[in-house]
């Protein structure tokens, strides 16, 4: 959506070569070749999506999550880049306290992954404060085409499309925040054109769903014949709706998630 819709000349980084619009092969832990590519191709923003997420290796995880991103950070301020963003989770709050859910909610990571991308934050903020324009993202789940097989949306669709039985577990009261990849879009672009504007902000859809919205959802943009069976737990203590609120984003530079589920829906099929 960078490329199609606001013009934006993308280039990729991973560490083989994929099948990017420019892709280059690139470790992000070794310093130098970062170092190297900044200053040679001279970019005027860096968006810090990479992230490793191996729960079981969680020395290797935390390692490689805070010294990629500052050897980003420094090569950003090296080559004279003009605003940073960093691919943040608002899972880093940890337990829900309070809704909706702001950038002023206390912060209590609770897995070393969410540590890891708190920590990142708070380097961003360290290394780029006064220096260059900085964006930490703190986003909920991404939802769009060509998404991982393991979440909820293609689990869901590939069940809905051949009629069987949706069985619903977890917290009857628990709510999830899906974030259109389009609005993530927009919100980079909104905010890439803003001069002045760093920190910390929300990026989210409009509102929260259940299990059991999202499932109806789909069997409703399809015509399924799939039958929602609960079996759900009992209801436990504690908020579980992942209401996420954009204000300061919309207030700041405009941000206004403009997709609803029923959009993000159509698209992916």
């Known amino acids: 959506m960078l490329v199609e819709k606001f013009g934006f000349v993308v280039w990729g980084c991973d560490r083989e070569i994929n099948n990017g619009y420019k892709h280059i092969a690139i470790d992000l832990m070794d310093r130098d070749s970062v170092l190297h590519l900044f200053s040679k191709d001279r970019f005027d923003c860096v968006i810090h999506c990479a992230a490793d997420i191996n729960h079981s290796e969680r020395y290797s995880m935390f ?140 990026v989210a859809a409009r509102k929260s769903y259940s299990n059991s919205e999202l499932a109806e959802a789909f069997i409703q943009r399809i015509g399924s014949k799939s039958k929602i069976v609960n079996n759900m737990a009992e209801s436990s203590p504690g908020l579980h709706n992942w209401d996420v609120c954009t204000k300061k984003a919309c207030e700041r530079f405009g941000y206004v998630p403009e997709h609803s589920l029923d959009d993000t829906i159509d698209w992916v099929l």
């Open 63 to 202: 390692t490689n999550n805070i010294v990629s991103t500052i050897n980003v950070v420094e090569a950003s301020l090296a080559s004279g880049v003009k605003k940073v963003f960093h691919t943040s989770g608002v899972p880093v709050i940890g337990k829900i306290l309070q809704l909706p859910i702001t950038e002023e909610h206390p912060t209590a990571p609770l897995t070393a992954y969410h540590l890891s991308k708190f920590h990142s934050e708070q380097l961003i903020e360290h290394y780029c404060k006064d220096k260059v324009d900085f964006i930490n993202m703190r986003i909920p789940s991404p939802v769009g085409r060509n998404m991982p097989p393991r979440s909820i949306f293609p689990i869901f669709l590939d069940k809905i499309k051949r009629n069987e039985t949706i069985t619903l577990m977890g917290v009857p009261g628990h709510k999830q925040n899906y974030l259109d990849l389009r609005d993530l879009a927009s919100f980079i672009y909104k905010a890439s054109i803003a001069d002045g504007v760093s920190g910390l902000f929300n």
